[in-house]
């Protein structure tokens, strides 16, 4: 069954930086688009970045832009998330998401990234 895995979360301080890892499995990883969202406390999920199964194009929100960048690795069903340039408001718990051409969504069970000093 299809399965997504991240990690990589953590406590950083502000200023610091973090990569995150999604592991896909159970589907064919290179033929979906790729995101990850954040959900912080009182908030609703909403995206961060979306990377495209086919040219790997690329888009994020305009507060992390610049400072995040969204990869993936096809050969090793993995998707990334590097985050540098970290600020409080970066605080979340990160999911990735897997969207098929028929438009269903798979989630991961996420990953908590806490920026504080």
């Known amino acids: 069954q299809v399965q997504l895995v991240e990690s990589g979360g953590g406590l950083v301080q502000p200023g610091g930086s973090l990569t995150l890892s999604c592991a896909a499995s159970?589907?064919?990883?290179?033929?979906?688009?790729m995101s990850w969202y954040r959900q912080a406390p009182g908030k609703e999920r909403g995206l961060v970045a979306f990377i495209t199964s086919d040219d790997g194009h690329t888009y994020y929100i305009a507060p992390v832009k610049g400072r995040f960048t969204i990869s993936r690795d096809n050969a090793r069903n993995t998707l990334f998330l590097q985050m540098n340039s970290l600020r409080s408001d970066d605080t979340a718990v990160y999911y990735c998401?897997?969207?098929?051409?028929?438009?269903?969504?798979?989630w991961g069970q996420g990953t908590q990234v806490t920026v504080s000093s």
């Open positions: 998401k897997a969207r098929s051409s028929e438009g269903y969504d798979y």
């Open positions: 159970g589907f064919p990883f290179s033929s979906y688009q």
